[in-house]
């Protein structure tokens, strides 16, 4: 397999040549310094994946020739939607790339009570560049969807077949709710939801809501994990594997 990149516009079923530009291009030629002759792999999110060389090499742009083309996708049965209070910085940036190599489905930026990192349109963007990045790494032929930010309560009225909410269930005014353990997770196929809070938590009305609204609260153990690490130990039980 060469070195993969990816195609912003599908160039269509029956292309023989194909034109890189853009980023893409200058990684290309910048970067890798490719030469004629060279293989690469080309995606554009959907699923199909072309083999191809490079056949010349311009300042800007490069043409490839497609040797072959099919549709090849490597996503789990499961359809795992993950909202999530995003956490600060480049923390953001390493947990969206660790969620597109588990195979999450979609990831949805939570807005909620104790948020501190407010997901703002210029950080969704660049968090969209990074699962390019982190499928031209890992393989993966479909892009994670990152939607655009969501205030909580509506997050917990859309219709996931199985929902799960992550809280630590020592929080206070929560003696009387059952959660379930990581361990117990569990989803065979279909659309599966899980939110995850920020730094301090869901509050009380949050949990109490959410149970309200159907979902199952569940803790992931007795230490209190950053929210990159309860994402990433959700999506590994749900999905590895799969």
């Known amino acids: 397999m060469g070195q993969r990149y990816y195609l912003e516009q599908s160039p269509g079923d029956d292309v023989v040549e194909i034109v890189l530009e853009g980023q893409e291009a200058q990684h290309l030629i910048k970067v890798m310094r490719a030469r004629v002759g060279d293989a690469v792999e080309l995606?554009?999110?959907?699923?199909?994946?072309?083999?191809?060389?490079?056949?010349?090499?311009?300042?800007?742009e490069a043409t490839l020739r497609v040797l072959t083309s099919g549709f090849i996708s490597l996503e789990p049965i499961v359809q795992l939607t993950i909202g999530v209070a995003l956490p600060k910085g480049d923390r953001q940036k390493w947990a969206i790339g660790k969620l597109v190599e588990l195979g999450v489905h979609r990831v949805v930026p939570l807005i909620t009570e104790n948020g501190v990192a407010q997901p703002v349109e210029k950080a969704i963007e660049r968090l969209?560049?990074?699962?390019?990045?982190?499928?031209?790494?890992?393989?993966?032929?479909?892009?994670?969807?990152?939607?655009?930010?969501?205030?909580?309560?509506?997050f917990l009225g859309q219709p996931f077949m199985q929902r799960w909410i992550a809280h630590p269930p020592t929080g206070k005014g929560l003696a009387n709710v059952a959660f379930v353990s990581v361990g117990a997770l569990s989803a065979e196929s279909g659309s599966v939801g899980v939110a995850i809070g920020p730094e301090g938590g869901f509050s009380v009305r949050e949990i109490t809501d959410s149970i309200v609204a159907g979902w199952t609260p569940l803790q992931l153990g007795s230490r209190i994990l950053r929210i990159e690490t309860a994402a990433m130990a959700v999506a590994a039980q749900l999905l590895l594997g799969r």
């Not at 072309?50 to 311009?58: C, D, F, G, M, S």
């Not at 969209?128 to 909580?152: D, F, W, Y």
């Open 43 to 60: 995606f554009d999110g959907s699923g199909t994946q072309w083999e191809a060389e490079v056949q010349e090499i311009r300042r800007n």
């Open 128 to 154: 969209r560049r990074q699962v390019v990045e982190a499928s031209k790494q890992c393989g993966r032929n479909h892009l994670m969807e990152i939607t655009e930010p969501c205030a909580l309560p509506d």
